[in-house]
């Protein structure tokens, strides 16, 4: 058989063109690889998102065929490929009708130049969109090969021949032998026909030929995802796509031999692709990240970075730098040096610097660089590397060569600030954000797939609401059924097998949450940057894992709400109390008597709002760990995550630390060579570190090859490579006399990291935020509150649930006001009464310095914007006296007059919700005083009091419905208050009853759904927490159960469960064993409250309690099944349930 003519494929499309291809970057060089292509080059859309992607893996199949003669320690062989090569190309679409144009860099210069023209095309254009024109190609097409697609229907008619010519012969003048005609075939029967007549037309213009399949899948099992794809992109079934969709499964990435065979009457349009490609040397190994100079005048980089380093030391330690410190600080200078990063730490030190100083903005630095001494002594991270075991070659290491990433968090309300900074400060050539890149998860995939097999939008609905929020999990057949949908129905299975093979693909890109890439020269020649959805902010069109892939240095600038509470509790601090406190004060170090109550509150898992554990495992791991010092905060930040978790660390670990206060004990490590990797977490690995660490010492990796193994859990998730080394590491570990056991364990708990697993250095930073935001909760919860609720949107609760737990810690809440609300929730005098703190936590009565109120802000009223409320403060003076006395002076519209009202914010001035609506609806235009021609000569000064008018009270119901219509909580009364006496009588338990209930005991509670949470390393298992008129119960929903009652656990807003109690440590769970949607019975809060009678503002509560005043049902006997049956028919409470919280999701 004769040898098939080399054949280099420059047509491929991947997933990166948007809902074009149908297969993975990786899948076509992969696929490549094994067809033993010549090369391949990649031309998506107007893009190179996915180049890198591409790049990669030609990088680990060429790094494999260099091992390739290695075996693994079991002695198995693995399958080597030959290297494939690869280039990097775009495919230009034009906006003007010129044909496309495949287009690949010569050199580094033409690299430079496809960058400047897609991101040229993408700034003209919106987020999303590239509008390029043949001028662009003009100007910036130098140092390419271009290859141009026609449009095969112009073939055989004479005005298209005509211009496709004269387009060719524009594009021959300009590039001369750099420009070539793609032919294409379609497999339609007129392939013959079209290709004699563009390659005559191609030769009279003396343009060569080049031949390409333009694969858009890497198989043909992928052609029926490439239909799925089209008809989303297309917005129709694919039932009625028609011509949209291809007529043939041709599309994919054919061998050498075939298209040899395809192209057997043009064989030179298969030698041009060799030609083609051969003119072709850029590599993307050639980008370098060149850093901006930030050296002081007359200073090397590194000379800056020396001095600055030696004073920060100075201030770090002002009672001398300890020695070790000082050979650390030397040996990091030296390695940094040695790479030549000295600009990027100073370019971070820099902005950290303006932020802190300049802005005021709170800040730090975490992650790997938090074992870096010169960060620290940079004032870059805030955690004393000393405190915890150093691990800087984490970091920057010189047996690999990786660039450092520095994350850096600021306060996430003025990060933007920090933003346009750095735009201003390098320009938008020199500075953009990382992207990202948003995927099709289970919902999207499920509705986008349903959605192209034509089911019905409720059928749509019902499939992605019945998914758990971010899966990434495949559709089942659990789904469908639960869906309503017919599991042996072929569109049925269709769906959920397609479903699955969408999951992952790039829906678009978006930007980073943080990530900026800062250059010398120009970023745009190096990566295309595009437009982002936010105004004055640009992105670049690679990911974080394509930036490490390239060596391309990026700085994290991260939000972070707890920054904000803390900086706003701070400053309430000292304005009201006259104490200062940073971040430093409350810092790594041993508290002394002043830290004793702060960790009895956290080892009493009373630390609803704070920062990292408030989670419903984390108050359930804090009465087990017991947390006394700081570096037990460390662990407790890292242990409820699932390496620990997937690993089976976290039992061994609690056992030991309480075996540990024993005077016989003593840990028993598998061999000494593992006490300094271990000791510190009790000889039970909980930490990265700790696991690279053991992968070294114990499996006998080289450093690189360890860092190999960090990396794969970084990507495990999206590539999935951490298993290639599980033989490595097992074996190593077996073969140097460690149990299997051992070895085994310590491969899952890898395993999990690549789930989510927190570097020791990274749960350092953490944890003193932990502290810091536990001190406050504990000595002044009233600040705690305030600053909580001005910092939100964050954390776990929303604002109703952190105004209950101010409540139970004895602080007064206040609410709106007109005459006395600002912006922000602020502090005003009262009169604390440690009485009023709840039996719960009684321990806190002698430690809360609390004396103030907590008012409530206009930021809690539904939409208020804070410009609007401006003119409101400038002009309160002393106060307002009426609804138009407002309207006149405060130029606020009628609309938000009215919003106002319905939060029942006119109580200074003696109006009720509905007194005040009635008046602000009775204002005209604006600002003036009436219409009426009778009274045009009349004083208007007469006319400012709102008419008398005898209005129907509003029911104690109706009241807690609107609160929560337009506060999101209420003062008054919670929900389930009114429900209370029906519930008793049915035998629910109230929540603070259950700390009386036996363990083991059956158990039926209620209330409305807080939170539901699902870890990725919880084996399906669902924990939700309810709130009932007395506090939070935590209930656990096995993966059973919640198949059982998906629709109620998903879409419930109160719910009733039965199950058994679990009581240990003090911690107290139900175990579900039946759950109801009770959400109905809320249309009794409308409905049937009349009983109350008026709930006017002397009704409101100033500390929790339930209202146990009786519902009293027209219809004895009644029961509660049938009342909510009743209820749930009138008018009115679907919307009663809907302004109910829906329950927050996590993960």
């Not at 491929?12 to 063109?17: G, H, V």
């Not at 794809?229 to 009625?240: G, L, M, N, Q, T």
């Not at 998730?717 to 074996?731: A, C, H, M, Q």
């Not at 103030?852 to 002393?878: D, P, T």
């Amino acid at each position: 058989m004769n040898r098939a003519p080399a054949f280099f494929e420059i047509g491929a499309r991947t997933n990166f063109s948007f809902l074009e291809g149908a297969s993975k970057p990786e899948e076509m060089v992969m696929q490549a690889a094994m067809l033993k292509l010549s090369g391949l080059g990649i031309a998506d859309r107007n893009s190179v998102a996915g180049v890198v992607r591409a790049y990669a893996q030609a990088q680990e199949i060429e790094e494999k065929f260099k091992r390739r003669h290695e075996k693994n320690l079991d002695g198995k062989e693995e399958k080597i490929l030959d290297p494939i090569r690869i280039q990097p190309g775009a495919r230009l679409v034009f906006s003007d009708g010129t044909p496309e144009i495949l287009a690949y860099p010569r050199n580094r210069r033409g690299w430079a130049h496809l960058c400047r023209l897609l991101s040229a095309g993408n700034l003209r254009a919106e987020k999303g969109s590239c509008l390029l024109y043949e001028a662009d190609i003009m100007e910036w097409g130098d140092e390419m090969m271009l290859a141009l697609v026609p449009d095969p229907s112009v073939a055989g008619k004479i005005a298209g021949e005509q211009e496709l010519a004269a387009c060719l012969e524009r594009f021959r003048e300009r590039f001369g032998e750099a420009f070539h005609m793609a032919l294409a075939p379609a497999y339609d029967g007129r392939d013959r026909q079209v290709f004699a007549a563009l390659s005559m037309i191609a030769a009279r213009n003396a343009i060569p030929v080049v031949a390409t399949n333009q694969p858009l899948y890497h198989h043909t099992a992928r052609r029926p995802l490439s239909d799925i794809v089209i008809s989303i992109r297309e917005h129709v079934p694919i039932a009625e796509a028609g011509f949209l969709l291809a007529s043939n499964a041709e599309r994919y990435l054919k061998d050498s031999r075939e298209m040899a065979r395809v192209f057997r009457d043009y064989p030179e349009a298969i030698a041009n692709t060799q030609v083609f490609f051969g003119r072709l040397s850029f590599s993307l190994d050639e980008l370098k990240h060149n850093y901006p100079p930030e050296n002081d005048p007359g200073e090397t980089p590194y000379e800056t970075l020396e001095r600055l380093t030696r004073t920060g030391a100075a201030k770090r330690y002002p009672d001398g730098v300890p020695s070790e410190i000082q050979a650390q600080i030397d040996y990091e200078l030296n390695l940094i040096r040695e790479k030549q990063y000295e600009p990027y730490f100073l370019t971070v030190h820099k902005l950290i610097q303006h932020a802190r100083y300049e802005l005021k903005i709170l800040c730090q630095g975490r992650g790997s660089a938090a074992n870096s001494v010169i960060c620290y002594c940079l004032e870059i991270t805030e955690v004393d590397p000393t405190k915890s075991t150093l691990l800087f070659d984490r970091f920057i290491s010189m047996d690999r060569d990786e660039p450092p990433d520095i994350d850096v968090d600021f306060e996430h309300d003025r990060r933007e600030e920090v933003i346009q900074h750095i735009y201003g400060r390098y320009g938008r050539e020199h500075a953009g954000l990382t992207a990202g890149v948003t995927t099709y998860r289970t919902r999207s995939a499920g509705r986008e797939v349903s959605k192209a097999f034509g089911l019905s939008e409720d059928v749509q609905s019902a499939i992605s609401s019945l998914v758990w929020g971010w899966s990434e999990d495949n559709l089942s057949e659990r789904d469908a059924k639960a869906a309503g949908l017919d599991i042996a129905d072929p569109v049925t299975l269709n769906v959920l097998r397609y479903a699955s093979e969408l999951l992952g693909f790039p829906r678009h890109l978006t930007q980073h949450v943080g990530g900026f890439v800062i250059t010398r020269d120009r970023l745009d020649e190096v990566v295309p940057i595009m437009k982002t959805a936010m105004p004055d902010r640009y992105m670049i069109e690679w990911d974080k894992d394509d930036l490490d892939n390239v060596k391309i240095l990026k700085v994290d600038v991260l939000a972070l709400g707890m920054l904000t509470c803390l900086r706003k509790a701070f400053s309430l601090l000292e304005l009201h109390y006259e104490v200062k406190k940073t971040l430093a004060d409350l810092g790594n170090r041993e508290h002394g008597d002043e830290g004793v109550p702060v960790y009895d509150m956290m080892c009493r898992a009373d630390t609803l709002g704070v920062f990292q554990i408030e989670s419903r495992a984390q108050m359930s791991m804090l009465p087990r760990l017991k947390p006394r010092r700081f570096y037990d905060l460390v662990i407790e930040v890292a242990i409820v995550r699932p390496g620990p978790i997937q690993g089976n660390m976290v039992h061994p670990y609690l056992t030991r630390r309480e075996q540990s206060h024993s005077p016989d004990f003593k840990i028993e490590y598998p061999k000494d060579e593992m006490i300094p990797i271990l000791k510190r977490t009790l000889g039970v690995p909980l930490f990265q570190e700790q696991a690279m660490q053991i992968a070294i010492t114990a499996a006998g990796f080289s450093p690189a090859k360890a860092d190999r193994l960090r990396r794969s859990m970084a990507t495990f998730k999206r590539l999935g490579k951490v298993n290639e080394f599980k033989d490595d590491l097992i074996n190593g570990m077996t073969g140097r006399g460690y149990p299997k056991e051992f070895a085994e364990r310590c491969f899952s708990q890898i395993e999990g990291f690549g789930e989510y697993g927190f570097p020791e250095s990274h749960a350092a930073s953490f944890a003193l935020l932990v502290y810091a935001s536990s001190w406050i909760k504990a000595y002044y919860p009233d600040v705690f509150c305030a600053a909580m609720l001005n910092s939100q949107p964050m954390g776990f609760y929303a604002p109703a649930q952190l105004v209950r737990d101010a409540r139970e810690h004895g602080v007064e809440i206040l609410p709106v006001d007109i005459n006395r609300s600002d912006w922000d929730c602020h502090l005003e005098e009262a009169v604390f009464d440690r009485n009023a703190v709840d039996s719960r936590h009684a321990d806190m009565r002698g430690i809360i310095k609390t004396k103030r109120a907590v008012r409530l802000g206009f930021r809690q009223v539904k939409g208020l914007s804070e410009k609007a409320l401006e003119g409101l403060l400038a002009n309160r003076g002393n106060g307002y006296g009426s609804v138009r006395d407002l309207w006149l002076r405060s130029g606020l519209d009628r609309a938000d007059i009215e919003r106002l009202a319905d939060a029942d914010a006119f109580g200074s001035i003696g109006l009720s919700r509905r007194e005040a609506l009635w008046a602000a609806r009775a204002l005209d235009a604006k600002y003036a005083p009436e219409t009426l021609p009778l009274f045009d000569q009349v004083n208007h000064i007469d006319l400012q009091v709102e008419p008398k008018a005898r209005l129907p009270d509003m029911l104690a119901g109706e009241q807690v419905i609107e609160d929560y219509r337009y506060l999101s909580l209420s003062l008054k009364a919670h929900p389930v208050s009114f429900l209370r006496e029906e519930f008793r009588k049915i035998g629910i338990t109230r929540n603070v009853d259950l700390l009386r209930v036996p363990n083991g005991k059956r158990v039926t509670i209620a209330g409305l759904v807080l939170v539901r949470q699902r870890p990725g390393s919880a084996k399906g298992v669902i924990f939700m927490t309810l709130e009932d008129e007395t506090g939070v119960a935590n209930a656990i929903v096995w993966s059973k159960i919640f198949d059982k009652y998906r629709a109620v656990v998903m879409g419930a807003r109160l719910v009733k469960i039965r199950g058994r109690l679990q009581s240990h440590s003090g911690v107290i769970h139900t175990v579900v064993e039946h759950i109801e949607d009770m959400t109905p019975a809320l249309g009794i809060l409308q409905r049937e409250a009349r009983r109350f009678g008026a709930c006017e503002r002397s009704d409101e509560v100033l500390r929790p309690g339930g209202d146990q005043r009786q519902v009293v049902d027209a219809r004895k006997g009644a029961t509660l099944e049938k009342r909510m049956i009743a209820a749930g028919r009138q008018t009115g409470v679907a919307e009663t349930a809907e302004v109910m919280p829906r329950g927050r999701n996590f993960h």
